[in-house]
């Protein structure tokens, strides 16, 4: 709020001002225009975050992880986006993290993996 000065309050009022206009001279036209760019902001930020439900449903931590070295584990994980790594972790409750990167957050699923390798939870969903 502080780098906020006063030009740009009255540009803001500015704004508001021609969108109330439009609105009145035509106001569906305003309603589908400001739905249609909220639709395509959805879109464009919900296509990077897909989950593959299939392969991550696919993908049994705990036996991979009692099979494989946590490095070969790392590298099973890094093919996932950071969206189905986030589900992963959900998935076998896993404890919530601040971790924001994928890689961070698959070499703290590998390390839990390793860690517990029995899923305690598996039958309480």
Same mark, same amino acid.
């Given at each position: 709020?502080?780098?906020?000065?006063?030009? %740009?309050?009255?540009?803001?009022?500015?704004?508001?001002?021609?969108?109330?206009?439009?609105?009145?001279?035509?106001?569906?036209?305003?309603?589908?225009?400001?739905?249609?760019?909220?639709?395509?902001?959805?879109? !464009?930020?919900?296509?990077?975050?897909?989950?593959? &439900?299939?392969?991550?449903? !696919?993908? %049994?931590?705990?036996?991979?992880?009692?099979?494989?070295?946590?490095?070969?584990?790392? %590298?099973?994980?890094?093919?996932?986006?950071?969206?189905?790594?986030?589900?992963?972790?959900?998935?076998?409750?896993?404890?919530? !993290?601040?971790?924001?990167?994928?890689? !961070? &957050?698959?070499?703290?699923?590998?390390?839990?993996?390793?860690?517990?390798?029995?899923?305690?939870?598996? %039958?309480?969903?």
């Amino acid at each position: 709020m502080a780098k906020i000065n006063e030009k %740009d309050v009255v540009v803001f009022v500015k704004v508001l001002n021609e969108l109330l206009i439009a609105y009145d001279k035509n106001p569906s036209s305003l309603t589908t225009f400001l739905t249609s760019i909220i639709d395509d902001n959805n879109k !464009s930020s919900g296509d990077s975050l897909q989950v593959n &439900i299939e392969a991550v449903e !696919s993908f %049994d931590l705990f036996e991979i992880a009692k099979t494989l070295e946590q490095r070969e584990l790392l %590298d099973k994980l890094n093919a996932f986006n950071l969206a189905e790594l986030k589900y992963i972790q959900k998935k076998y409750i896993l404890g919530g !993290s601040q971790l924001r990167t994928a890689k !961070s &957050i698959a070499e703290y699923i590998a390390d839990q993996a390793k860690k517990r390798t029995v899923d305690v939870f598996r %039958d309480q969903s």
